[in-house]
């Protein structure tokens, strides 16, 4: 199993930037598919971006990205360190959230009922 652990969160301006990490305890981290999700109060946690594992290469693998996010958000992964992160640069209010890392091991892409580890979220606000 893996344990996460996110971090980075808080409240920065409106074109600003935020860099989410999500810190991950045990080999398993790697071979699993990661996600970053967001959830507003009241709403369905929403999948923000995913980075898969390539099995072949013994690697990151394709990146999705939801259209709110697109060119500005970037997912990205550190096997060697445990850690996958999410660079978050022009900001628009309406990103804020709570921010949740997530692993996955299905091949499948990355939805809410596939997850097998959440971490316990971090907070973003985007003030105007």
């Known amino acids: 199993q893996v344990q996460l652990v996110e971090s980075g969160g808080g409240l920065v301006q409106a074109g600003g930037s935020l860099k989410l990490s999500c810190e991950g305890s045990?080999?398993?981290?790697?071979?699993?598919?990661m996600g970053w999700f967001r959830q507003d109060p009241g709403k369905e946690r929403e999948l923000v971006a995913a980075i898969s594992w390539n099995t072949e290469s013994g690697g990151p693998g394709p990146t999705w990205y939801h259209d709110s996010v697109k060119g500005r958000f970037t997912i990205s992964r550190d096997d060697a360190k445990n850690t996958a992160y999410l660079q978050m640069n022009d900001l628009k209010v309406e990103d804020t959230a709570v921010y949740f890392c997530?692993?996955?091991?299905?091949?499948?892409?990355?939805?809410?009922?596939?997850?097998?580890?959440w971490g316990q979220g971090t907070r973003v606000t985007v003030s105007s």
């Open positions: 045990g080999r398993s981290f790697r071979s699993y598919h």
């Open positions: 997530a692993s996955q091991r299905a091949p499948q892409p990355v939805a809410v009922d596939r997850v097998d580890f």
